[in-house]
């Protein structure tokens, strides 16, 4: 007779609450979420990027941040 092995348990239980949406709090909520906890990302202002979201061009490549 063979044992059935366990399947492992893949929920994760908890959430995790990330201050700030700018491009590290998206990055950080999104790394998060994609390892099975909840995310909830808080923000102060009406609209999350933070500073890059207000940049009409970046360093080095001159690239549009929109």
């Known amino acids: 007779m063979t044992r059935k092995q366990p399947t ?26 994609n390892s099975g906890f909840r995310v909830h990302l808080i923000e102060e202002k009406a609209s999350v990027g933070g500073v890059m979201a207000q940049l009409d061009k970046t360093f080095p490549t001159n690239d549009c941040a929109m």
């Open 8 to 33: 492992p348990h893949t929920e994760k239980i908890g959430s995790i609450a990330i201050i700030g949406s700018g491009i590290a709090g998206i990055q950080t909520a999104l790394d998060v979420a």
